[in-house]
């Protein structure tokens, strides 16, 4: 197998789903000691659980205004929104972009920009479907604020979904992350939001697909909305 090949299909892991794997396996072994089919389909889905916790690297772009995705999905939601009180960002409202993570996405999220992390705060809640509006409000959640050099500061919130049951944030207060640094992780299934600074408008649409890390979202102090230009 060529080393491209390689580097197309065989992906590094999160260390999360080391164990998931691992009992998806044994599960698999007595599957098919037991019948045949049900190895094969006990195969399959371990593949899968391989696949959901994968965490390849990202090719994060230099420019220092970019506000890149959190998250690999596709935009659901892009609108005004008052961001979480337990965030401290006020309560006027910001530009909220929303990145809905299926299944099949890769679930390792990123910090869209560099800065400190001046909050990390976690709010229990429902587990309704990640792709409804009020699971902004009403789903568990972990938000943390990334406050940039020049004090511009950015929330990102991890929403648990219908499937999801546990958010991972692996920052604490006061870390200091570069632009694409991963910061957390959500098992299976769920949602980003991220609330922009006052007077950035997003440059992606909805149903347009992200990677975390790489595709710009928007650029900082940049008012116009990807909607509102001309191609």
């Known amino acids: 197998m060529s080393v491209s090949l390689v580097g197309t299909f065989v992906k590094p892991v999160h260390r999360e789903g080391h164990k998931f794997i691992a009992i998806f396996a044994g599960v698999t072994l007595i599957l098919g000691i037991l019948w045949t089919p049900l190895g094969v389909l006990g195969i399959a889905l371990t593949i899968w659980c391989y696949y959901f916790f994968r965490d390849p690297e990202r090719t994060v772009p230099m420019d220092p205004d970019l506000i890149v995705s959190p998250a690999d ?10 961001p979480p009180a337990e965030l401290g960002l006020g309560s006027a409202p910001l530009t909220r972009v929303s990145v809905f993570m299926s299944v099949f996405d890769c679930h390792v999220n990123r910090a869209p920009v560099a800065g400190e992390v001046t909050e990390v705060a976690y709010r229990p809640g429902k587990f309704l479907s990640a792709e409804l509006d009020k699971a902004s409000e009403e789903n568990e959640r972990n938000g943390i604020v990334l ?22 944030c692996e920052v604490d207060q006061g870390a200091r992350l ?8 959500i098992r299976f299934g769920s949602r980003l939001d991220v609330y922009l600074p006052e007077g950035t408008a997003p440059r992606v649409n909805v149903g347009q697909s992200m990677i975390s890390g790489e595709t710009v979202l928007a650029v900082l102090g ?8 001309v191609e």
């Open 73 to 82: 999905g596709v935009v659901s939601l892009i609108g005004p929104a008052v």
């Open 178 to 185: 570069d632009r694409g640094d991963r910061f957390g992780l």
């Open 222 to 229: 940049d008012d116009i909305a990807a909607s509102a230009r």
């Open 147 to 168: 406050t940039m050099v020049d004090g511009t500061r950015l929330g990102v919130v991890q929403i648990a979904g219908l499937v999801a049951r546990r958010i991972l």
